[in-house]
């Protein structure tokens, strides 16, 4: 079983600065995936990163990176040089490797950024 | 490719009726799921398939049907629709769910 929190309804930030996203989880599963998944206004869900657990290093790409920490099962979300097309909701997700799939989500984070 | 296509894109029931949500994917995943969601409470899976002839229950699968009887097709089915089922849907896909999911651009029901 897995559960995934994220304990900031909202965040906000100003453009050009830097936002952190926080995202928790538990898992039973020694193998598994983290995803962070941006959902703007129009609805779409879009993948922004993914990280395997086995993997120390932190996944980064373009101005989003991670903090995965194992350990003490966190896993936030670090957008640099923040734009305005970055406001969105942002989920945090988890699946394991043996769990045929199934994808399990955070609350969501709504960001704001101020221009 | 369309990627993920779900149909339609708005709904209005009354309680009482039942209807389809279409979801088909033209890139040959074997994994497919629906979910909802509603605020401040994520996306749930409802139902997911590992392919074709495969289906098995999510977290919230009560008042829901599926059936995958072609790899490409996916759809959802709503037995007796119910106020609680007000939500929006999404269809999704993936040819190896360690990599992550494509969705669909979501189906918003409203049940009255």
């Known amino acids: 079983a897995q559960t995934v929190t994220q304990s900031q309804p909202e965040m906000s930030v100003q453009e050009a600065e830097t936002v952190t996203l926080s995202c928790t989880y538990d898992t039973s599963e020694s193998d598994y995936y983290l995803f962070w998944y941006k959902q703007p206004p129009s609805r779409q869900m879009i993948l922004v990163i993914r990280q395997e657990a086995y993997k120390q290093q932190n996944a980064t790409e373009n101005r989003f990176s991670v903090n995965f920490q194992k350990a003490a099962k966190s896993f936030s979300l670090k957008i640099s040089d923040s734009q305005l097309g970055d406001a969105a909701m942002y989920f945090c997700a988890s699946v394991g490797s043996t769990s045929y799939g199934k994808l399990t989500f955070g609350q969501g984070t709504i960001l704001t950024v101020h221009p | 490719n369309a990627g993920v296509t779900q149909t339609p894109k708005f709904q209005v029931l009354k309680t009482g009726q039942s209807m389809t949500l279409q979801c088909a994917q033209d890139m040959n995943h074997e994994y497919m799921s629906w979910y909802r969601q509603d605020p401040g409470m994520g996306l749930r899976l409802i139902h997911y398939?590992?392919?074709?002839?495969?289906?098995d229950q999510g977290e919230v699968p009560n008042g829901y049907n599926v059936s995958r009887s072609t790899t490409e097709d996916f759809p959802l089915r709503l037995l007796s629709a119910a106020p609680s089922q007000t939500s929006v849907y999404f269809c999704a896909s993936s040819r190896d769910f360690l990599y992550g999911y494509t969705f669909g651009s979501g189906t918003r029901l409203t049940v009255v």
């Open positions: 398939s590992v392919g074709a002839g495969i289906t």
